[in-house]
């Protein structure tokens, strides 16, 4: 069944709570306009402004019903037409403690307004529902048109953290007994956000092999695994799920992630996707997902993600090993895991991707060798040192990362973990982010506006 996800920064979800709720019992009334897309199996919106109500847009007003005025949805159809987004409807039950429902009457109401809005805007787009009780919110998106509705999953995206409000079907929810320490440590809302989540991994080597490997044993259920290189020998050392049988064969490193990942539980779901994350057609596929990790070690595919995380509102956790053999056979460099995605720094403001790299990337060998030899092009990395206890430990951060950006608690964690390879020191790096960076430009952009340098 097809779901719709909203996606909403932390400073607006508050206003919107705070406008929805008012401050009275009787129900409150407001709409969003959003941005919108969809994948194969989403309806994604990306929450713009806010249209709050007036006091005379009320036509009837209650504690368990209200109507407004035709003048209230014409001021939302103006605001939405000229970005040539859609609308989210919002409303509350205020004297609903727990997860609130909808209503019968909500039903009618909401079928004829998403109706009204659907045909007024150009292209008929989805119409969005968020219904606000005292400490929790339900959502569902409505086909406008067809007067039918299908549950969605809500995301509020602050710098530290990650709240999320989904309803997880019993048939969908792990046997707790497999994850029984996690979830003590953890507790049972973030076990629920784990096990809710549709994570992409991108590029399944060392540490994107492990990171998926760790995903599935937390309780996972759905990842997007991208990667187009075939298995080399060199990477049996390090690729996790790689049988000695693998070397002989022309698999691609994609491939024999998801055969691992199937045997670890036969029931998770994943979305093998062997080409290149340069091309739209992944990106957009990759846009659906709720988080992605990025295990990369080349500029250009990071930057794309780079841009998908801002335009999308899907934070990306960036991890990557550099080790430099220094003299005397001292092994040196660092391990890292960075967090982007709405008011963070991204990878070009801390710069973590650089656009002198980019530019080398994409010449020809020709190329490379004589402008290297202008001194105009700085070195690629062709065989970079690699050893498995460090890109699983990279992994592992990224993973710690993950699952504090997730979880209920307020965390003081640093953008950029740095791990000192040589003097073992942990360094937490803060950037800020840059007045004039692709990261403002392209924020809630969604798919609107193409990916720099995508094919």
Same mark, same amino acid.
């Given at each position: 069944?097809?779901?719709?996800?909203?996606?909403?920064?932390?400073?607006?979800?508050?206003?919107?709570?705070r406008?929805?709720?008012g401050?009275?019992?009787?129900?409150?009334?407001?709409?969003?306009?959003?941005?919108?897309?969809e994948?194969?199996?989403?309806?994604?919106?990306?929450?713009?402004?806010i249209?709050?109500?007036?006091?005379?847009?009320?036509?009837k007003?209650?504690?368990?019903h209200l109507?407004?005025?035709?003048?209230?949805?014409?001021?939302?159809?103006?605001?939405?037409e000229?970005?040539?987004?859609?609308?989210i409807?919002?409303?509350?039950?205020?004297?609903?403690?727990?997860?609130?429902?909808?209503?019968?009457?909500?039903?009618?109401?909401e079928?004829?307004?998403?109706?009204?809005i659907?045909?007024?805007?150009?292209?008929?787009?989805?119409?969005?529902?968020l219904?606000?009780?005292?400490?929790?919110?339900t959502?569902?998106?409505?086909t406008?048109?067809?007067?039918?509705?299908?549950?969605?999953d809500?995301?509020?995206?602050?710098?530290?953290?990650?709240?999320?409000?989904?309803?997880?079907?019993?048939?969908?929810?792990?046997?707790?007994?497999?994850?029984?320490?996690?979830?003590?440590a953890?507790?049972?809302?973030t076990q629920?956000?784990?096990?809710?989540l549709?994570?992409?991994? $991108? @590029? +399944?080597g060392?540490t994107?092999?492990? *990171?998926?490997?760790?995903?599935?044993r937390m309780? =996972?259920?759905?990842?997007? #695994?991208?990667?187009?290189?075939?298995?080399?020998p060199?990477?049996?050392?390090?690729?996790?799920?790689s049988?000695?049988?693998d070397?002989?064969?022309?698999?691609?490193?994609?491939?024999?992630?998801?055969?691992?990942?199937?045997?670890?539980?036969?029931k998770?779901a994943?979305?093998?996707?062997?080409?290149s994350?340069?091309?739209?057609?992944?990106?957009?596929?990759?846009?659906?997902?709720?988080?992605?990790?990025?295990c990369?070690?080349?500029?250009?595919?990071?930057?794309?993600?780079n841009?998908?995380?801002?335009?999308?509102f899907?934070?990306?956790i960036?991890?990557? $090993? @550099? +080790?430099?053999?220094?003299?005397?056979? *001292?092994?040196?460099?660092s391990i890292?895991?960075? =967090?982007?995605?709405p008011? #963070?720094?991204?990878?070009?403001c801390q710069?973590?991707?650089?656009?002198?790299m980019?530019?080398?990337?994409?010449?020809?060998?020709?190329?490379?060798?004589a402008r290297?030899?202008?001194?105009y092009?700085?070195?690629?990395?062709?065989?970079?040192?690699?050893?498995?206890?460090?890109?699983?430990?990279?992994?592992?951060?990224?993973l710690?990362?993950?699952?504090?950006?997730?979880?209920?608690?307020?965390?003081?964690?640093?953008?950029?973990?740095?791990?000192?390879?040589?003097?073992k020191?942990?360094?937490?790096?803060?950037?800020k982010?840059?007045?004039?960076?692709?990261?403002?430009?392209?924020?809630g952009?969604?798919?609107?506006?193409?990916f720099?340098?995508?094919?």
């Amino acid at each position: 069944m097809k779901r719709a996800s909203i996606r909403i920064l932390h400073s607006a979800w508050e206003k919107l709570r705070r406008e929805a709720l008012g401050t009275s019992m009787d129900e409150s009334v407001a709409f969003m306009t959003a941005n919108y897309f969809e994948t194969p199996d989403r309806i994604v919106f990306l929450c713009d402004s806010i249209v709050p109500a007036r006091p005379g847009d009320y036509l009837k007003r209650g504690e368990l019903h209200l109507e407004v005025s035709p003048l209230y949805i014409s001021r939302v159809l103006n605001i939405a037409e000229n970005k040539s987004y859609t609308a989210i409807m919002v409303h509350s039950h205020p004297f609903d403690d727990g997860k609130p429902q909808y209503s019968v009457t909500d039903d009618i109401g909401e079928a004829r307004t998403s109706e009204t809005i659907s045909k007024c805007l150009e292209r008929n787009p989805p119409v969005g529902s968020l219904l606000f009780g005292q400490n929790n919110a339900t959502a569902r998106a409505w086909t406008g048109l067809a007067k039918k509705h299908f549950p969605s999953d809500i995301t509020v995206l602050n710098e530290k953290s990650y709240q999320r409000h989904c309803d997880l079907s019993p048939g969908n929810q792990y046997n707790r007994e497999l994850v029984n320490r996690q979830t003590r440590a953890l507790g049972d809302r973030t076990q629920d956000n784990i096990e809710s989540l549709y994570v992409g991994i $991108v @590029g +399944l080597g060392g540490t994107g092999s492990n *990171v998926a490997e760790q995903l599935v044993r937390m309780g =996972i259920q759905k990842l997007a #695994l991208v990667d187009h290189d075939t298995f080399e020998p060199s990477n049996w050392s390090r690729l996790y799920g790689s049988t000695l049988k693998d070397t002989a064969k022309n698999r691609l490193k994609v491939e024999i992630v998801a055969s691992h990942l199937h045997d670890i539980n036969p029931k998770v779901a994943c979305n093998v996707i062997g080409k290149s994350v340069m091309s739209r057609e992944v990106l957009h596929l990759l846009s659906g997902c709720d988080i992605i990790f990025s295990c990369l070690d080349r500029h250009a595919p990071r930057a794309v993600l780079n841009e998908l995380s801002y335009q999308c509102f899907v934070p990306v956790i960036d991890v990557g $090993v @550099g +080790l430099i053999k220094e003299q005397g056979g *001292v092994l040196g460099g660092s391990i890292r895991a960075t =967090i982007i995605g709405p008011n #963070l720094p991204c990878l070009f403001c801390q710069e973590l991707v650089r656009p002198e790299m980019i530019t080398t990337e994409h010449l020809s060998p020709e190329e490379y060798a004589a402008r290297r030899a202008e001194g105009y092009a700085s070195e690629l990395e062709q065989h970079a040192l690699s050893i498995i206890s460090y890109t699983t430990m990279a992994s592992s951060l990224g993973l710690m990362m993950f699952l504090e950006f997730i979880s209920d608690t307020k965390s003081n964690t640093a953008p950029t973990l740095l791990f000192d390879l040589k003097n073992k020191d942990v360094i937490k790096l803060r950037p800020k982010i840059k007045s004039e960076c692709v990261c403002k430009k392209r924020l809630g952009q969604g798919l609107r506006m193409p990916f720099s340098i995508a094919d």
